[in-house]
């Protein structure tokens, strides 16, 4: 992306701070790529017969962004990281009801450092993900948000 991009996706969110609605329709072919970058990702970890799809995810995390009030955007790095944590959240809503129509509470024991889940196990994952983020960002929200920007948002340190 380059700087006139990011320039304009700022100014956008400006507009839509000051209540414009139609800036929520004008960013979104500014930041559609992205967000479909970010859902294709989170997917790719997703069981093979998996419900939702990438489109789904950012269009159902596109729809939560809309409704939001009272959001303060301050450039286009908030604006993904809020959209991350939706789609985090989006998923979680998904795990936690195909959790609910399995038998059986089978915890998944995993580490951070190895996130590399078999898909069977990731609905299950996911939730105790969820409560794991919840927990250290009781600690340490900052150190909360890298690690679910790196592994729900797909992003780097580059």
């Known amino acids: 992306m380059n700087d ?5 996706i700022t100014q956008i969110l400006q507009e839509w701070n000051d209540g414009n609605e139609q800036a929520k329709e004008m960013l979104i ?5 992205e967000l479909k970058r970010q859902a294709r990702y989170l997917m790719s970890k997703e069981r093979g ?8 995810l950012v269009h159902e995390a596109f729809l939560r962004l ?20 939706l789609m985090r959240q989006i998923l979680v809503d998904h795990a936690r009801l195909h959790a609910a129509n399995k038998r059986g509470n089978n915890a998944v024991h995993f ?5 590399q889940i078999p898909v069977e196990e990731r609905a299950s994952s ?33």
Do not use: C
């Open 4 to 8: 006139q991009n990011a320039a304009e």
């Open 29 to 33: 072919p500014y930041v559609y790529d």
């Open 49 to 56: 017969n998996h419900t939702l799809q990438p489109t789904a």
């Open 66 to 85: 809309s409704a939001q009030t009272g959001i303060d955007w301050k450039n286009r790095s908030h604006f993904y990281g809020i959209a991350s944590r």
């Open 111 to 115: 580490s951070l450092d190895d996130v």
């Open 126 to 158: 996911i939730l105790l993900i969820d409560e794991v983020l919840d927990r250290l960002a009781e600690f340490d929200a900052q150190q909360a948000n890298i690690v679910e920007m790196r592994f729900f948002g797909g992003m780097n340190n580059g």
